[in-house]
Each structure stands twice: as C-alpha cells, then as structure tokens.
C-alpha cells in the first residue's frame, strides 16, 4: 500500500511554519488531555492538536476498519497492535481530511471546533504502556566517548562492540514525558583515594544522552527469532529518548552487571511518536563496519536513519552533548511495548 | 494484627502429608485454571488446591472488605494492591476455615465440591503481571564463584560488592511459570584464540542460578525514596526464581553493560507465592557486613531468611548448584509487579 501521507507536495489548509517539525507529511501519533479533561489519541499539524477520538466519532475514518473506541483510549497500545496495514490507512486519511483540496473538515465550523485545539490547550501525556526497555549502546562515537571517561582511553572500544550489538535492560517504570520535572538522585559514589568509605549524597554529575527509541508492537513468541528482513515490520515509530545518567553513581556501580540507579531515577521521551513510514525518504546508506556481520546479522538495502539536531547550550557545565549527529541502525534499536 | 494463620498448633481437617511444602501454616496465593476452564485465584493445603473465588461467592470471608470479583482474576495484582491489612485477614480466616475444629465447610460436601480441588486436576499460571524486574547479586559467594568464572579468580568480588547492593533490570517478559519448556538460546559467543569472528550457534553452556524473588506492591512515586525500615512493608511475598543463564554467551556480550542475551531468553518462577507474614518464623541475625554500611542501608533487627534446598543432580554437567543454602537480606531484593 503506498504512503500517501508522505507526497512531499501536499499542502494543509490548516496554517503552518515555514520550519515547523509538524508538516502535513509528519503526522504522528500522541495522547493528550484536553481543556474540557477528555483523554484522547491524536495527531500534530503545525501548532495543532487533532483530536482523533472525535475525528473518528464524527465519521472521517468512515471505511477503515477501526473498532468504535480505538482512540478513545490513555496509550496508543491498542492501536499499535492494529498492525502496519491500519496505521498506514489512518496516516493517509489524516493527510487527506486535512489537504488543502478537501473541503469537508475545512468548511465545517461545528466539526473544526471539536475535532482542533491549539498545542497550548492541551497536555501531552506518555503515549504508550511501556512494558519492557531495552537500552542499545549504538553509536560507536558514544561508545567510544564513554568508554575513554570510565576506563582506558587507549582501548575505549571493547572488542565485542564491532560484533554484536550490545545492550541492556532499563527499567520502564520510570520513562516519563519530556518536560516533567525531575529530582536529582542521591547515591554512592567511589571512595576517595585512600578511604574505604564511599561517598553518599545529592549526584554532582548529572548527564544527559539524546537518544532515538523505537516503539515496537506485538512480535515474537519466547523462544522463536525474529529474521533481520522481518525485524523492521515491528517497528511503529520512533520518540526522543533522554537518558538521564548520575555518572558519579554509575562509574561506581556498574561493574559487573552495567548501570542501574545511575539511570534508572527518569528517562524522558518526547510525547509524539513519529512512524517509521513517515520517515522512509529519509533513509541513507548504513556505516560500512570494521568487520564483516555475521550472517544473522546481515541485510541489504538502506537500513539506517540520519537526524540532525540543533540545541543550544544553556548548562555551562556537567552537560555533555555526547551527539550532535546521530546515526541508528533501525535493526537494532528496539524498545518493546507490549 | 496478629497472624493468627502461622500457629504452629493448628491442624487442618484435609489430609496432608508430614513432610509437605505446604502445611496448614504455608498458605500461598496463585492463580490456576480448573478442569472446568475456570481461572482463578487460589491457595493450597497439602495437595489440595482451593478455590478462593468460590470460597468468596459462598460466603467464607464475611466481615472482610474485599470487592466481589477480587479472587476472579488471572492475576494477583489488584489483591496486592490491597495491602498487608488485608493479605494478613484473608490468610488468616482461611487458616481458619480449614481448621480441625471448624465444621462449617469440613462438613458441607456441596460447597467443597466447589471449592476444594486436587492440584492434578488444576493447571497453575503465572501469579503476577510483571511490570519490571530487577536481578540482585544478593551472594557473596555466588559474586565471588561468577567472578572467579569470568574475571580473576585472585580479585573475584568487586570493591563495590561490599557497599552497595549491586543489581540489574531483567527482562520482564520473559518470566514464565516453572514447568514451561524453553528453547536453548542461539547467539555469539567469544572468538577462539588468534581468530576476529565471534563463534554463533545454541548455546553450549547452558547453566540456572536459583534465586528467591520478592514481589512488592505498589509503593514510592518517582523521586520519593523509602527509608530502610519501611522497605518491607512493600513486599507481598517470595517465590522461587530459576534465572537460566548461557554462559558463553553472557562471558562475549557482558562488557561493559552487563548480561543481556545471555539471561532474558527465559526466567521460571514457582507459581505459589509464599507471603513474607508466612515466613515470619524463619527470621535469622543479618550476616556480619566487611564494611560499617552507610546509614541509609543500616537497620536494626533480623532481616535474613534461611532457605535450605535439598534438590537432586539429574544433568551430569553444565549445570553448576551456585546455592545450596541462600541467606537474602529482604531488604535488598525487590521485583515489581506493578
């Protein structure tokens, strides 16, 4: 089925930016509460908010099979096990309720009121149920950087790294949305030279790391694997992940089991998960690898996704921009939801 | 409130063997499914399984505030959630109810038609909806045996091992009740000596650790800590947790952000979970520390169980008893369910 909402020529009759992040060919998917406290699933166009909920409850989905209630939902979970087949047809009716050429939505004030709100009158809420996280250590710039602040400069890449991609678990009970505020976590940190004793309190060394996290839907069985062909399929879209880091605790305890309370106090996520669909003309050669991969490991074609950010610094100190480009493997990044 | 349900005088009107895991005095919860397809949550005496939700319907637990459908769940979640007020009531009136001296259901055989069920004809579930998982390296000698294993046998336990309960998040899908069958996992493994291709097939190295899990309730919001002296109050119960771990794999991808592939293929757990009020009885000093621990983690009192297990070798090799008697500080292992 072919990605309509993608046509890098629409135009929206809705009023949007020049550079906004939120064109007609963006289209993500979020959750937020509205002025009048009504919880429901929407999308962003420009500074808008779409209220898919009443979008669906007034008729625009008419011919997609969609149950009644589908966003009248807290967590788009139901909806991402809809399958690809679902969030495609509902990208593409989104697109064209909304094209500058389709006068149903446009011409009608009553279903314009309740169906559009500005950015500013609602909030965001986390999007998804999160029931497993799992942390990839996939850019070997990062992996290099950190390993050259905890241990040898010299040999800051381990040797597994050019082999496998290497990654822990991290805990979803703390992945909160961007913007909520966070307390600074209290732990050990290393003795001292000399002392036997280690320190405790307030961390000093509070970091950061943009990361990209993949929200995958229903997959596999325990025990069967999933082909690296097939491993795309699963992917829904993709969120900002900042993993707050204590390195002060983590340099202490992450030997041998990895970090822990280090970055388990908050992990913020941007609140609109962007699709993997929209993001198809954005696909580049993958980095050619030291070694050759591993069977298992191999896949042809374009694979990776390049994103460019642009901050400013308003921290003078503590925060490290460990990215400035950051480059994924889609294969490999996975951050399961179910 | 007293529990009255570990009186080590009461005996039961059911019959139940000497030696049994599970005396009058035990009274776990699980969920299982009944011959007729029904799913429930239940107890067990002996070799007996007990309906609670049936035990509920026909009036045993008068006078305790309980919702009606509380016991008619596939999970224990919404009963832990309840607190410790009302786990301790609940255990408490079945002691009750299955005393020698009580009459009322010993001499109904309709209602123990319905409630009283022998546990060949039930098949046991996972008893909790598993949020998040945390793995602690709560042994010093099992620390000590898995540093030998991959690390320096002369400089086996890390310094931090002494301060700080070191831990990890495991992957909380894959928990599964004990008895289910599990495929031998396929991964990478170490390059032998002189080569750069990593080996790749089913694990040679298959090994379990046996470990206690503690299923906590709902407790602090994020940012607030628990002191140590209110820690227990969180924790429902135990049960036994058989993390199966691929050697080889785990030795190739642990570094440096600890076990991942090599451990969240499958972890089992005993489906009854032993309450914390059960094991009251059990109670033994704390092991003596190597080092004065900081005060946040210092509390007054016995915090240890002792577990004896007695099982039999039936794999000739590979599969190494790290344990035979585990002491856990219940104050340091915790498994959220929710």
Partial sequence: MEITANNPNRKTWLTVKENSDFPIQNIPFGVFITKDDIITIGTRI???AIDLGALHQLGYFEGIPLTDDIFLQDTLNDFIADGRKTWRLVRNRIADVFDVKNSKLRDNAEHKDKIIFRMEEVEMQLPVSVGDYTDFYASKEHATNVGSLFRDPENALLPNWLHIPIGYH????????????IRRPVGQSRPVEGSNTPGFGPSKLLDFELEMAFITT????????????????????LVLFNDWSARDIQAWEYVPLGPFLGKNFASTISPWIVTLDALEPFRVANP???????????????????FIYKWQFN????LKPWFVILILNTCIGRWHNS
Avoid: C, M, W
């Avoid at 030291?290 to 694979?303: A, M, R, W």
């Fill in 315 to 318: 921290q003078k100190a503590l």
């Fill in 46 to 48: 420009g500074d808008f």
């Fill in 218 to 237: 229903v997959a596999n069985d325990l025990g069967e694997r999933i082909p690296i062909e097939e491993a795309e399929d699963y992917i829904f879209g």
């Fill in 288 to 306: 050619k690898q030291v070694h050759e991969p591993l069977p298992y490991l191999k896949k042809e074609g374009n694979d990776s996704l390049i």
């Fill in 170 to 181: 991290g805990r979803s009970s703390s992945i909160i949305p961007s913007g909520t505020p």
